[in-house]
């Protein structure tokens, strides 16, 4: 006999690009200090968290992808990093991970947007929502930064200053919306070997320059200078993963050309993100840039946008 299943929550979660990643020497514990500027997009996921009760509904996730989007190589099993964000959750609240999950993405998979970090930030809040748990965002925000690095920013949103591994935050004004081309790459890049490929070039005698100071990017921010910033975007793992993947020179130069301001590779790549001068000449520069095939994909964002957040359900009993 089927029990019966609550309505789900859903919640919506941002990309995140990083304006400014500078990356610190290799850690004792296997990571990197960095100090960098988060930006979250209007490219995001839906995560929803149902009840799941034996014999209804298995415990687990299922993926699926928007228009375009690639879903293969996301795991669909306990391996995923939103169950492991629920299980975190519910081990704190002394309670079963008796959910099913479902993931519905826009973003790039393993394309340098913090995909996955995203889907985890909107597990975490869905089943918050859904267990009525009462922990307040820090506290969710205080597992999140447990289970991955980049998932306390997808919970936070808008844009934000991030040190230690890019978990600690404190909120960055900006001033007005600013208008984005992401080209998306056919094949992803995995974020330890761009930092092991970062490391390796770093001990070469003729290691790639660093990023500057962030905080003319900040003040360009304040100002919200499209023109300002566009001078300052900067990335040190941009040099990795245009070793590991030379092809993406040409992307960033395809988008210069089509008219951007400038380009810079998000994260640990190889997604490319291109600020441009406004929304129509994104548009535009969104065309050209599709046209030049250098990427598999071209996307139109804009940012800051919110972080996660409830959209439809909120728990039942
Ligand atoms: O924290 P998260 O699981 O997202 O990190 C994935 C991997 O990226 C880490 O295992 C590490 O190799 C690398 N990383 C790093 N320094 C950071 C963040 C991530 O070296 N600050």
């Known amino acids: ?5 609550g309505p ?6 941002p990309a995140k690009i990083n304006l400014h990643l500078a990356v610190g020497d ?17 490219i995001a996921d839906e995560v929803s968290v149902t009840r799941a009760v034996r014999d209804a509904i298995e415990p687990g996730v299922t ?10 190589e996301v795991p669909d099993d306990t391996t995923n990093l939103a169950w492991r964000a629920v299980e975190a959750l519910a081990r704190r609240a002394d309670r079963q991970p008796d959910v099913r999950i479902g993931l519905h993405k826009a973003i790039p998979v393993a394309g340098g947007m913090a995909g996955g970090s995203a889907d985890a930030a909107g597990a975490l809040l869905a089943a918050a929502s859904l267990w009525r748990l009462d922990m307040g965002r820090e ?51 995995s ?50 993963a245009v070793s590991l993947d030379p092809g993406l020179r040409r992307t960033l130069r395809g988008g210069v050309d089509a008219g951007a301001l400038a380009g810079v590779v998000s994260g640990s790549g190889p997604t490319c993100v291109f600020l441009c001068d406004g929304h129509d000449a994104a548009v535009r520069v969104a065309a050209e840039l599709a046209g030049a095939g250098v990427c598999r994909t071209v996307r139109v964002a804009h940012g800051p946008v919110p972080g996660a957040r409830v959209v439809d359900g909120d728990g039942g009993s």
Request: hydrophobic share 45%; glycine share 10%; charged share 20%.
């Open 63 to 72: 993926v699926s992808g928007a228009d375009g989007v690639d879903v293969s």
């Open 1 to 5: 006999m089927l029990s019966a299943v």
């Open 8 to 13: 789900p929550v859903t919640v919506r979660v």
């Open 139 to 189: 506290g969710l925000m205080e597992i999140a930064a447990e289970v991955g690095s980049d998932v306390a920013f997808a919970l936070h949103g808008g844009t934000a200053l991030g040190t230690g591994r890019g978990e600690r935050l404190v909120p960055v004004l900006s001033r007005h919306t600013f208008h984005w081309v992401v080209a998306v790459a056919d094949h992803g890049l």
């Open 191 to 240: 974020t330890p070997t761009v930092f092991g490929e970062l490391d390796r070039l770093r001990a070469r005698p003729e290691a790639p320059r660093r990023v500057g100071d962030v905080e003319p990017v900040l003040e360009a921010l304040a100002s919200g200078e499209a023109r300002s910033l566009a001078l300052l975007l900067g990335n040190d793992l941009q040099a990795a």
């Open 26 to 42: 290799l850690r004792d514990d296997g990571y990197h200090d960095l100090v960098t500027v988060f930006q979250a997009l209007s």
